[in-house]
Nanobody
Framework: QVQLVESGGGSAQAGGSLRLTCVVHGSIDPCPEMGWFRQAPGKEREGVAGILKCGGNTYYADAVKGRFAISQNKAENTFYLQMNNLYAEDTALYYC????????????????WGRGTQVTVTS
């Protein structure tokens, strides 16, 4: 059974930084696409960043380009989201997700999800 576990959320001031971690437990496709999503209160869930585990290709939502960076430690099946220069509007529940089939390098077709970690940015 595949389980995605996020950690690293918390509170930060505007302009500050946080790093989220996602650990993938269990047997998953050897070359999944991993993604970070977020959902703010009263808003729909939106994609933030994605990475191909094997190719290393990355992509980002326009709202976070230049501020957030997705990375990975393949050997430990661990993925990260470094968030810098945080804005109050980055406040949301952040989810890690994995995709094993479908259209690649897009914020769709993710079929495994974590439970989320809360990020709160105060101005």
């Amino acid at each position: 059974q595949v389980q995605l576990v996020e950690s690293g959320g918390g509170s930060a001031q505007a302009g500050g930084s946080l790093r989220l971690t996602c650990v993938v437990h269990g047997s998953i496709d050897p070359c999944p696409e991993m993604g970070w999503f977020r959902q703010a209160p009263g808003k729909e869930r939106e994609g933030v960043a994605g990475i191909l585990k094997c190719g290393g290709n990355t992509y980002y939502a326009d709202a976070v380009k230049g501020r957030f960076a997705i990375s990975q430690n393949k050997a430990e099946n661990t993925f990260y989201l470094q968030m810098n220069n945080l804005y109050a509007e980055d406040t949301a529940l952040y989810y890690c997700a994995a995709k094993t089939r479908g259209r690649w390098l897009e914020f769709i077709d993710f079929n495994y999800w974590g439970r989320g970690t809360q990020v709160t940015v105060t101005s």
